[in-house]
């Protein structure tokens, strides 16, 4: 059997996440809102009206042009793109065609390593970048079909990738870190289940070491990463399988199903002469001159990739360490933030983080900037522990204190008395009470399973409500259970 390589390029096109529309005042995020309801005649193309471009959707391209690695065209054009669907009440879309807002760009994906097989990074090239209006959505129900015109202008990124991605599994991480750096800029929440990300895949096989292109099929309405890489593999599989039969690959537009985890032929695909492209007449030339360009510029951050490279080399984090405090920005600054005030080892604050804070932001929902326990908060809870003010238990049960109260760590500590207990005399007292409670576990211990000192710290602890300072504890019944 002939062994085949995949040839996939993405297509994915990104709700901005502006106030509103991208051609009227109309609001752009319109989600939770009843069908119908945030629509105006200017998007649902009443006749007469007049399109006004907005300002911060071509801002936020911009930004995520520059972070693409694109070059942008100071002069571009819109058009109109024309084709039926029940979904377009204009029966066009305003885009744009020859004349993008950017174009030859890149991203370097780092593809995590697989069973018997390293890591490496994937360099993905993205042939050009547009800002477009999106349609607005159709649901089936029974044999009746309803239209909703609300996401209709809704301001979209569309960006297209060269066909650099060889395995679904590539693509799955494209997409992973493309969310990832929407997030970061700010420009999109990216959330695929509400279609502020939506991806089409091209996909096409060929023999393994080949360097032309067979014909492609585009795989669309898929709303999760999982359901892509899930959809590319069966569609892999399948023109494996034609080939194999000595037929020739029809170039398909196909529809995934989720639920049944099948492919469906929707129609043949389309050709750019189907959409019978044109000047927007009644749109201007975007002209994007230096000083609206470098204004834009000046806000863009450290790229995530950037920032765990720098984390590695800077604070000699582990990469997983650094991968996972880069994951979102709020939670990277918040990183960065707390090192500052704690002054010590980075990595003792990443541990905090990683092994503490997270599961807080997860359970809570919220962002690292939003929690109540602050970068100087949590400094300040370590150096307590380092000092040994308060042993490692209350440090960890602090933690939580600060998040729900707000309040500094030192004024919960002495107010509820959580100091750490020293005091030799104190500790003895309470060691010789386990013991004496625990006559068959002392006589285990003393037979050589020596592994029950930590049970016996632990029931020390217990009693002492976790103040105990646990290395003298220990100490105390090592010195206890070696008399006869």
């Not at 960006?159 to 650099?164: I, K, L, S, Y």
């Not at 070491?209 to 899930?230: C, F, M, Q």
Request: one cysteine or more; a neutral charge.
């Amino acid at each position: 059997m002939t062994e085949y390589e995949a040839v996939i390029g993405l297509e994915t096109h990104i709700q901005l996440n502006t106030t509103t529309k991208i051609f009227c005042s109309c609001k752009a995020d319109s989600w939770n809102d009843p069908p119908n309801t945030n629509i105006c005649p200017v998007c649902t193309g009443m006749p007469g009206v007049l399109p006004v471009l907005n300002r911060a959707a071509v801002e936020k391209g911009v930004l995520l042009a520059a972070a693409m690695h694109a070059e942008l065209r100071p002069l571009s054009y819109f058009d109109r793109k024309n084709y039926f669907y029940p979904d377009l009440p204009k029966g066009y879309q305003i885009s744009k065609y020859d004349q993008s807002l950017a174009f030859r760009g890149w991203m370097d994906v780092p593809v995590p390593a697989a069973a018997g097989k390293t890591a490496y990074v994937r360099r993905v090239n993205i042939q050009k970048l547009h800002l477009e209006e999106d349609a607005g959505k159709t649901k089936n129900v029974g044999n009746r079909r309803w239209i909703d015109f609300n996401r209709c202008g809704v301001p979209l990124i569309e960006m297209v990738t060269a066909p650099d991605l060889r395995s679904a599994d590539e693509a799955a991480q494209y997409l992973i870190r493309l969310r990832q750096l929407l997030r970061w800029l700010g420009v999109s929440e990216a959330d695929m289940e509400k279609g502020h990300l939506r991806c089409d895949a091209n996909v096409s096989i060929r023999p393994k070491g080949a360097d032309y292109l067979n014909p492609k099929t585009e795989i669309k309405n898929v709303n999760s990463i999982e359901a892509v890489r899930d959809a590319i593999e069966k569609e892999i599989e399948r023109q494996a399988r034609e080939m194999e039969a000595g037929r020739r690959i029809e170039a398909w537009t196909l529809e995934w199903d989720e639920d049944a985890s099948v492919l469906r032929k929707m129609r043949s695909k389309e050709t750019e002469a189907d959409y019978r492209y044109f000047r927007e007449p009644d749109l201007l030339p975007l002209r994007l001159d230096e000083q609206w360009k470098q204004s834009i510029l000046s806000r863009l951050p450290e790229l995530p990739l950037e920032r765990r490279a720098r984390f590695v080399e800077q604070y000699g984090l582990p990469e997983y360490d650094a991968d996972i405090l880069t994951g979102e920005r709020s939670l990277s600054d918040y990183f960065e933030a707390a090192v500052k005030a704690f002054g010590g080892d980075p990595k003792k604050v990443s541990n905090y983080l990683m092994n503490d804070v997270l599961r807080m932001i997860n359970e809570s929902g919220k962002s690292a900037a939003e929690l109540r326990l602050t970068p100087a908060y949590l400094a300040q809870i370590i150096q307590l522990a380092e000092r040994g003010t308060i042993n490692t238990t209350t440090a960890k049960s602090l933690l939580q204190k600060v998040e729900e109260s707000g309040e500094a760590p030192q004024v919960i500590v002495e107010r509820e008395g959580l100091a750490k207990v020293s005091d030799e005399g104190a500790i003895r007292v309470v060691c010789e009470q386990v013991l004496a409670a625990n006559p068959k576990e002392v006589e285990s211990y003393r037979a050589g399973k020596t592994t029950l000192i930590g049970w016996f710290v632990g029931q020390v602890m217990r009693q002492m409500g976790g103040k105990a300072d646990p290395n003298l504890a220990r100490r105390i019944l090592e010195e206890l259970l070696h008399q006869s």
